[in-house]
């Protein structure tokens, strides 16, 4: 595998895989209604000599070497989009209402699908397999998709799985990435206040839960400060509060969900443990009854030492020394990719994408759009990934 030649299979691709990202660009669909994006992808994949099959219903698996004795590497990327508006103007606006691509997986799932071109030409000269791991429903639709492909045995026989995300926060040409914990544990938290409405001129009839409900969003702040110690380690953000529809009833009652991020389970444990306490404490201070939901979400995201000193060691040859860090990591975002670092040594890495003077919108803003740039950036990243465990026999 001469990697200089794969590079320039790469660029001789570069306008067709523009193309091919702002073609997914206009037609985002969200986690497991991929099938136009899955078509897209499996046709590419035939052209390139790949035998892909499906997974968890819209993703899809595909080999470069099945019968490859030695050991096989994973690539992933996700390919679902989010249930919102696009508000930009660009040529290849999303064309489906109410979807949009605006946490660039069009972007990884182009790199990949370049990767996997590049990959097919030196198909007989790598000592090992390149698993492909086209994902649907990272977005957390139904527990997303790793969990389904992990499941359906994508990453049986694989020795260690690498996968990639854009993030406008950090600058561009930066790489970003660390071992240990990276992005964190999901939970999110449902909490209903039922008091006694009433006449809201007469506050000695009723039980307002509306009372009750803010005493408990102001008390909730205090899980982190005073129920952890100074190493932190965990947010908690209540982010919906529904309750009363007009200005003088007091409702019966009140609901609250919000969203709990940590990174280890003694610390996700103890939060819990004190939201317990704080909602049912300040249930029985304002005689209302209350009900705590919790919902798990992903796991905390391990990358594994050696996987990331690869990266980093490739981000110094491609980007430059001093272009790579671990600065604001572990972040409070939730991925899961973490399943597939569950299951094998894994590592989830963050290619910048902030332009320098410039309000770069972040991941999930309307106007987000994926940097183009970033495709023979990303590629290279997987191309070097594969020689440097492939090529020189280092992984078993
Ligand atoms: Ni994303």
């Keep these: 595998m001469i990697i200089e030649n794969l590079l320039r299979e790469t660029e001789s691709l570069r306008e067709t895989l523009i193309a091919v990202r702002h073609d997914l660009h206009a037609h985002p669909e969200i986690g497991f209604e991929e099938h136009r994006t ?13 035998t892909p099959r499906d997974s968890a219903g819209t993703g899809l698996v595909a080999d470069l070497c099945p019968d490859s004795k030695g050991p096989t590497i994973a690539l992933r990327a996700d390919m679902d989009a989010l249930p919102m508006e ?4 660009l040529p290849y606006r999303s064309v489906n209402p109410g979807r949009a691509h605006k946490c660039g997986h069009d972007g990884h799932t182009t790199i990949l699908m370049g990767a996997a071109a590049a990959l097919a030409q030196c198909r007989d000269t790598l000592d090992g397999n390149v698993r492909l791991l086209f994902q649907p429903a990272e977005e957390g639709v139904r527990g997303g998709g790793a969990r389904v492909m992990v499941d359906e045995g994508a990453l049986e026989g694989v020795s260690e799985v690498y996968g990639l995300h854009s993030w406008p926060a ?4 930066e790489l970003r990435v660390a071992a240990g914990p990276v992005m964190a544990q999901v939970h999110t938290f449902y909490i209903s206040v039922r008091g006694k409405g009433g006449h809201g001129s007469q506050p000695q009839s009723s039980r307002d839960p509306i009372l009750a409900s803010s005493h408990l969003v102001t008390s909730l702040q205090s899980v982190v400060s005073r129920g952890l110690g100074f190493e932190g380690g965990a947010v ?24 709990i991020r940590s990174f280890s389970k003694p610390t996700s444990e ?3 443990e004190r939201m317990r306490e704080i909602t049912q404490g300040t249930a029985n201070t304002f005689g209302v009854e209350v009900e705590f939901e919790v919902e798990e979400g992903f ?16 981000g110094e040859k491609v980007l430059g020394q001093g272009a790579v860090s671990s600065r604001d990591l572990p972040m409070a975002g ?32 309307t106007d987000f759009d994926f940097d183009d740039d970033l495709i023979p950036v990303g590629i290279e990243f997987f191309l070097r990934i594969i020689a440097d465990r492939l090529e020189d026999g280092v992984v078993s």
Aim: hydrophobic letters at 35%; a negative charge; charged letters at 20%.
């Design 38 to 50: 899955q078509k897209v992808v499996r046709e590419w994949l035939h052209k390139f000599g790949y």
């Design 86 to 89: 696009e508000t930009t103007d």
């Design 170 to 173: 950090w600058p561009k040409g």
């Design 236 to 259: 908690v953000s209540v982010c919906s509060f529904n309750a009363g529809t007009t200005s003088n009833v007091t409702p019966d009652d009140a609901r609250l969900s919000g969203t």
């Design 270 to 272: 103890r939060v819990l």
């Design 299 to 314: 796991p905390v995201l391990v990358n594994n030492s050696e996987c990331a000193e690869v990266v980093a060691r490739i």
């Design 334 to 365: 939730g991925e899961d990719f973490a399943y597939y670092a569950q299951n094998k040594p894994s590592v989830f890495f963050f290619l910048g994408a902030g332009i320098e003077g410039e309000d770069t919108p972040t991941c999930h803003h």
